[in-house]
Structures are given as structure tokens and as C-alpha cells.
């Protein structure tokens, strides 16, 4: 059984677009933010630099068309242990990606 995930709220969102549309000082985290660990991030070669920490970022489903938010745990997950790529971006919910992944099996 799979839990059903939580829609993000109006106010939820409200602030995550509020905490992701701000510059950072990178010595202070933002609330909510999780901090990133560089060793953990040596698979990604990247011109640019690696974030110091991660924060919820507001998307909205390219499928469904749903705004969610792709949470820093998640990212962290992500990024850390999923060993995704840095340019990799949450494009559609949980819902769609399990609905993708059940059509590929097909
Ligand atoms: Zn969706």
C-alpha cells in the first residue's frame, strides 16, 4: 500500500515560492532548508558550484498541472543517495511519475 501524498496547501506553497525567490546568504541557512553534504555530491561534475544546502522548491506537474513542492528532504535524497544528476529537476508529482513508470513497464 502506498500512502497517498500530502497536496502541498495555499500557504505552504505561498511560502515556499516566498523562501525560494530570495538570495541566500550561504552561511545561513533559510528555514526548512537541509544542508547539502559535498562528499556526498562527488558524482556530480558540474561547471557551476554545488549548493551548500537545499530548500523546498515550488513546481508545478507538467502532467497533471498540479503545484507541488519538491521538498529539500527529497532533494537531498535525491541528489545524495539516488546519486541524481545536479541539472535534474522535479517536473511531475509522485502520482504521474508512478503512472509513467507503470506504463513503461508495458
Ligand atoms: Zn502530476
Given amino acids: ?16 515560492k516566498h523562501v525560494a525567490s530570495k538570495q541566500h546568504d550561504p552561511n545561513h541557512l533559510p528555514p526548512g532548508a537541509v544542508r547539502a553534504d559535498h562528499e556526498k555530491l562527488s558524482h ?12 523546498d522548491r515550488p ?3 507538467r502532467d497533471c498541472g498540479i503545484e507541488q513542492i519538491w521538498t529539500a ?3 537531498q535524497w535525491w541528489y545524495e ?3 541524481g544528476h545536479i541539472d535534474s529537476f522535479a517536473v511531475r508529482c509522485r ?5 509513467r513508470k507503470e506504463n513503461n513497464k508495458k
Fill in 81 to 83: 543517495e539516488a546519486k
Fill in 59 to 61: 513546481f508545478v506537474c
Fill in 1 to 16: 500500500m502506498s500512502k497517498k501524498p500530502k497536496k502541498p496547501s495555499s500557504k505552504e506553497l505561498r511560502w515556499a
Fill in 95 to 99: 502520482e504521474c511519475r508512478q503512472k
Fill in 73 to 75: 528532504k527529497q532533494q
Fill in 44 to 55: 556530480i561534475n558540474t561547471y557551476g558550484e554545488l549548493p551548500n544546502y537545499y530548500i
